[in-house]
């Protein structure tokens, strides 16, 4: 969520806290914040890892945690929106099949694209470091 202590990225910056954006937030919520559990990570993962299959786009690392989602992915020649959302879709329908009811993700998403090889190593350390 935006604005919270441990900060937040918004036109790919990484920002600080920020307590009148996170009250905002929280007031437009329509209900309750998603905290996904162990098991519903696990469902979004698989879910990921075969949308990225059909895609036929390499994961190079992924961690998904109780409210977002990081993922390093190969180019494919497909829009950056379109790829985010059919790995959202797949996520939701996956959820959805497993009994769990309401919305699960927001509008929009960061992308951080990598230029050489140490940039890339860079985030698939960070996911992976994060990801535990």
């Not at 469902?43 to 059909?54: D, G, N, Q, S, Y």
């Not at 497909?78 to 959820?95: E, F, Q």
Request: overall charge positive; proline content about 1%; glycine content about 8%.
């Amino acid at each position: 969520m935006q604005g919270v202590e441990k900060g937040f990225v918004k036109d790919s910056q990484v920002r600080g806290e920020n307590v009148a954006l996170k009250m905002d937030c929280e007031k437009k919520l329509n209900g309750s914040a998603v905290r996904l559990r162990r098991k519903e990570k696990a469902i979004v993962r698989e879910a990921l890892m075969a949308a990225a299959k059909r895609f036929k786009q390499r994961i190079r690392a992924i961690a998904v945690h109780s409210n977002h989602v990081h993922i390093v992915c190969e180019y494919v020649e497909v829009p950056i929106g379109v790829v985010v959302g059919h790995y959202k879709s797949a996520g939701r329908k996956a959820l959805k099949k497993s009994g769990f009811v309401g919305r699960v993700w927001t509008r929009g998403y960061d992308k951080r694209y990598c230029f050489d090889e140490k940039a890339l190593q860079d985030r698939i350390d960070y996911v992976r470091r994060h990801g535990r």
